[in-house]
């Protein structure tokens, strides 16, 4: 066999056999897909972290994991703020709707469909027959003998869950260069300059990336501050902006879910129909401001990924990875976009 044969091409690309651990990666991480959520949160809050904990230890010549200490100490102390402030009057909310459940949900019903009466396919709907269907479903969901015990492990599987994303964020900061290096190690030899090259080029792409979203976080929580408490006067509105927030991180699930946790609140404190249309007004105009205004401008310059292979990226993932997937959607389908300039050995060009 000729050395031309043996050893790696110009662009060490993929042998069959780093296709085939590859692939055999991607089959583990489905079949455990049920427990990389903490992994995943705590890994980027990390990822994003390291330059900073890098940047202040290499200044002021401290060790790295004093930084990492200091940083870890400081967000658990914004999230043990945000809990105090926030959880109880959250809770409190949550049980005035659940005290009247039927008003709450009805007035959220006819806010979408006003007081119409709706034909359809022979049935006649006005709002209080779609509350009426709508609360009976969930009685029957909820009357099964299995339910309570599953809602009982969906609660401890929560709780469970924020634990370890605390423990796996703090691993990761005080750990992240050796865990880089066990995950550099796993690559065969012949291949590590190839991956190097891929990981300093998608380094940045991901951090602004990353960053970015966290921005869009940032700015739906204000906006939704200044719609829902200054302009509409809402209670809670601090705990409302923030879940809105936080929401913005699941790509077209998180959004949704949002507006209908906001929305019930609303119709919920809301005393006339202009007050309903008026939280609708604000709804629209807050996606329209992140869709159409501040995410791409915020997004694009790190996404640059055409939008139908980012709606295509969202539902794959969501289907195959859930939660997980749909985050890790547009960075998968940049590390990939990266890979193949790489490999061909020529940048991506749009087309005029």
Known sequence: MSPANSGPDRNGAASPMAIVILVGIIVFLYFVRGILLPFVIGGIVAFVCA????????RAH???WLPALALLIALLGIAALVALLGLPPLIHQVSKIASDLNGTVEGFVRALIG?????????????STVTTDI???????????SRAAEIVTYLVAATFGVILIWVVLGYSLFDGPQIASGMMWLVPPRHRPFTKRVLAELDPLLRRYFIGV?????????????GLG????????VVLAIITGVLEIIPLIGPAAAAIIVGLVAVQQAATAGAILAFIAY???LRVSIDQFFGPIVLGSAARVRPIVVM???LAGGLLFGIVGVILAVPIALALKVVLGVLYTEPYTEPR
């Open 283 to 285: 709804a629209v105009a």
């Open 214 to 226: 966290a921005l869009v976080v940032a700015y739906a929580s204000a906006a939704a501050y200044i």
């Open 312 to 314: 295509f990226c969202f």
């Open 62 to 64: 401290l060790p790295r």
């Open 115 to 127: 007081n119409r009466t709706l034909n359809v396919m022979g049935s006649t709907l006005d709002a």
């Open 51 to 58: 330059p900073l904990i890098d940047g202040i230890a290499r």
């Open 230 to 237: 200054v302009a509409l006067g809402i209670r809670h509105a």
């Open 135 to 145: 609360l009976g479903a969930a009685r029957t969901w909820l009357a099964s003998d």
